[in-house]
């Protein structure tokens, strides 16, 4: 381990967007609860989270969010429903997704200022430490052996210190339509990080290497949110931030080996609960066969 690399021991999941691109979906139903196939989006988030050892999550979410923090509690009369019918193994599914108590904070961002204002929001309960963020929007299946994406990163982290952004590799002929990286020297799936564009005009982006929502870390990103301008969108971007730290701080890449899936329009989310059904040891084959049938049906 590098030496004074400090743990990895919370993680700020920025919960507040309005999910615009999935309505009318989301009008009611925060985007982040929305099922893929068996469980909401956030599920799988939160569970990569605690699989790569993180102790306390904080949610930075807005107003119409308050199904997140229901989903994460206790819901006594459906429990006791469940335990008069002997629905054990139900319940049991329920009882797995509680976490302990304390472990998760609720804060919230009033105005829809952007990415760089909901991890802001987050400062006080991180405090100074470093953390790890992960958007909600981006499901993450492991490659086959089984390391989740920042459970990886945190082995880059602790191998090197600094910052960690995680990435995938994309068509070159499409780039252009995400936050790219730049890559010095490279070990392994881990490299050093010279700089970073979002969404570069066709044909000028530096690698095809795109960001892929997972983040760690330094506390000073906090010092620059507060008094970063607003960039892209007329919102706080928390790439700008990045930039600026990427002066003083050093930054590694990590290209994760396994698959993303983009929740956040609606084709992204179908491909995500066709995977994720696919992938279910108990309804693998039945998701199989149905998924089989509706193409057949299709193409008639």
């Not at 492991?142 to 210190?161: F, I």
């Not at 990286?181 to 095809?208: C, I």
């Not at 983040?215 to 892209?232: D, K, N, S, V």
Request: glycine letters at 10%; proline letters at 7%.
């Amino acid at each position: 381990m590098t030496p004074n690399v400090r743990p990895i021991r919370k993680a700020v999941l920025p919960v507040a967007g309005l999910g615009t691109r999935v309505l009318p979906a989301t009008k009611a139903i925060p985007k982040e609860m929305l099922p893929v196939f068996d469980r909401p989006a956030i599920q799988y988030v939160v569970d990569e989270a605690l699989q790569a050892g993180i102790e306390h999550i904080v949610f930075v979410t807005g107003r119409n969010k308050g199904a997140i923090e229901d989903y994460f509690d206790r819901a006594y009369e459906l429990e006791d429903t469940l335990r008069g019918k002997a629905k054990v193994e139900i319940l049991a599914e329920i009882d797995a997704v509680l976490p302990p108590a304390g472990t998760m904070s609720f804060v919230r961002q009033q105005s829809p200022l952007g990415l760089g204002h909901a991890v802001w929001c987050a400062r006080d309960v991180i405090g100074n430490e470093p953390f790890a963020l992960l958007l909600p929007d981006m499901i993450m299946v492991p490659p086959a052996d089984g390391v989740n994406c920042l459970a990886a990163m945190q082995a880059v982290y602790h191998a090197r210190g600094g910052n960690v952004i995680a990435v995938n590799a994309c068509d070159p002929d499409f780039a252009h339509n995400y936050g790219i990286v730049s890559m010095g020297a490279r070990d392994g799936a881990a490299f050093e990080l010279t700089g970073m564009v979002e969404k570069p005009p066709k044909g000028t982006a530096p690698s095809n290497l795109y960001i892929n929502g997972r983040y760690i870390l330094q506390p000073e990103i906090f010092e620059l949110l507060a008094t970063q301008e607003r960039g892209a969108g007329g919102e706080i971007q928390i790439t700008d931030a990045m930039k600026k730290l990427l002066g003083v701080q050093p930054f590694a890449g990590m290209e994760f080996a396994g698959r993303v899936y983009d929740c956040g329009d609606k084709v992204g989310y179908l491909r995500a609960a066709a995977a994720l059904a696919l992938r279910n040891g108990q309804w693998g084959a039945d998701a199989r066969a149905a998924l089989l049938e509706e193409l057949s049906i299709a193409n008639r």
